[in-house]
Structures are given as C-alpha cells and as structure tokens.
T-cell receptor
Framework: GAGVSQTPSNKVTEKGKYVELRCDPISGHTALYWYRQSLGQGPEFLIYFQGTGAADDSGLPNDRFFAVRPEGSVSTLKIQRTERGDSAVYLC????????????FGPGTRLTVL | AQTVTQSQPEMSVQEAETVTLSCTYDTSESDYYLFWYKQPPSRQMILVIRQEAYKQQNATENRFSVNFQKAAKSFSLKISDSQLGDAAMYFCAYRSETSGTYKYIFGTGTRLKVLA
C-alpha cells in the first residue's frame, strides 16, 4: 500500500500555541517512531510505540511534548506552549514489527515557531 | 551511550566518478546494525544500504557498497559511477539489537554534491 504519510507538510505557529502533528503509518506496521530533525542535524529519537502503547518515550525533551496512538495505527505528536527552539522537521517512521525490520520514513512535518 | 560521527559536512564528486563518505561510531555492544540513509530535498529518508555487525562480509547494493571495519568502528559508504540523482544528504545510523527499542541513532550527515 501507500507509504508513511504525515500531515501537515508544513506548520507555522506562534510561540505559546498548541500544535498537533499527525502520522499515518504503513498499514499493518505495529512499530511507530517519532524523530526530530533540527537544522543541520541528523534525526533524533523522540518516542517509540509498539501497538497502542508508548514503549520508550525517553527522547521526549520535556513535558510539553506528548504523543498518542490510541488504536495502534495513526499517531499524533502534541506540543504544548510551543517555543522557538521547537522549530524543526518532525519525522515519523514505521516498521512491520520491532527488531530486524526496516523503518520506513514519512516526508516529515516542518514546524516553524515564530 | 552510542554515538555516530560523520566528519565530512560536505563532499563533491564528478559525475561517473567514485566517492567515499566516512562514518565512525562508538558502542560497547556487539549486536547491532548500521545503515546509510539518503535524504533528498523532499525530506524523505531512503534506505541505501545496511550492515549487520555479526557479518564480516561488506554489504553491496548495486553502485553502493560499504567498508565495515568492526574493530575500528568505522562504516564508510562508497558510491561508484556517481549520478546526478545521488546528490542528497547522507546519514549514517546505528541501531542496537539489544536495547528493545530498535531506535536509530544518526550522525549529523554529509551533503553530497554531484558535478556534471
């Protein structure tokens, strides 16, 4: 089927606002990852879901960041009280299961906080 | 903690020539995978090649091959017969097979320019 999709492609918001970024993984993929890519850097791990549960959220920078995956498919990354330093490309990836499986990446959402 | 280092921010290669991108990593683990991903301006990360740490034979995918030196913790990517479409950011990545998360740890990337 289709690859990983992410919406919106670009999001511009003002400092202090709340944003939601959506990820649609490949159908049937149980593992889902969020990464953040700041300008000039490689992607950095944020959170990993296996099914509906967040199995590892050690990469979330602070409690303003939260992610859900209520039905084990679509995931939403939520950022409260956005700061200029949150500006980055947020990448989502999914894999068939965890472990020895390739992660397929979406095109990312570019978040700009003014 | 594991780290991945790419010391070449930018590289250039003439079309049809060969170029090698460098990557070193640090880990105390013995079971892991290494990857090279390509990221064009579209932002989509595309898998180029991967290497399992327990395999001594270097991975090859068409024009792409790696030089995996486990003792030296080095994992370079060689692109032969470079094409204009190879121009992109290239990221080296490490994935632990023992952490239970299988998250990737990426380097800072190398921008490859291909000159016509």
């Amino acid at each position: 089927g289709a690859g990983v999709s992410q919406t919106p492609s670009n999001k511009v918001t003002e400092k202090g606002k709340y944003v939601e970024l959506r990820c649609d993984p490949i159908s049937g993929h149980t593992a889902l990852y969020w990464y953040r890519q700041s300008l000039g850097q490689g992607p950095e791990f944020l959170i990993y879901f296996q099914g509906t549960g967040a199995a590892d959220d050690s990469g979330l920078p602070n409690d303003r960041f939260f992610a859900v995956r209520p039905e084990g498919s679509v995931s939403t990354l939520k950022i409260q009280r956005t700061e200029r330093g949150d500006s980055a490309v947020y990448l989502c990836a999914s894999s068939l299961t965890r472990g020895n499986n390739e992660q397929f990446f979406g095109p990312g959402t570019r978040l700009t906080v003014l | 903690a594991q780290t991945v280092t790419q010391s070449q921010p930018e590289m250039s290669v003439q079309e049809a020539e060969t170029v090698t991108l460098s990557c070193t990593y640090d880990t105390s683990e013995s079971d892991y995978y290494l990857f090279w991903y390509k990221q064009p301006p579209s932002r989509q990360m595309i898998l180029v090649i991967r290497q399992e740490a327990y395999k001594q034979q270097n991975a090859t995918e068409n024009r792409f091959s790696v030089n995996f030196q486990k003792a030296a913790k080095s994992f370079s990517l060689k692109i032969s017969d470079s094409q204009l479409g190879d121009a992109a950011m290239y990221f080296c990545a490490y994935r632990s097979e023992t952490s239970g998360t299988y998250k990737y740890i990426f380097g800072t990337g190398t921008r490859l320019k291909v000159l016509a």
